[in-house]
């Protein structure tokens, strides 16, 4: 007999030991007062994430 899983395949990421230990970080510094960083629009969260990984982020065109 192979048992049933109540956890569905494409999410059994979620319930990997290393993603739990994310999430426990994550409500601990929830629970601290820290809610990471906050953008004011879209382009500054791509030219953040530019800078983080040492690319240039050329101006986005505007309508």
Same mark, same amino acid.
């Given at each position: 007999?192979?048992?049933?899983?109540?956890?569905?395949?494409?999410?059994? %990421? @979620? %319930?990997?030991? +290393? %993603?739990?230990?994310? !999430?426990? !970080? #994550? !409500? !601990?510094?929830?629970?601290? +007062?820290?809610? +990471?960083? #906050? @953008?004011? =629009? +879209?382009?500054? @969260?791509? /030219? @953040?994430?530019?800078?983080?990984?040492?690319? =240039?982020?050329?101006?986005?065109? /505007?309508?």
């Amino acid at each position: 007999m192979i048992p049933a899983s109540t956890i569905p395949p494409d999410q059994a %990421w @979620f %319930w990997t030991p +290393g %993603w739990q230990a994310k !999430e426990r !970080e #994550v !409500e !601990e510094d929830l629970a601290h +007062g820290e809610r +990471g960083l #906050v @953008f004011g =629009d +879209g382009e500054a @969260f791509l /030219r @953040f994430l530019a800078d983080d990984a040492g690319l =240039d982020f050329p101006p986005l065109p /505007r309508p």
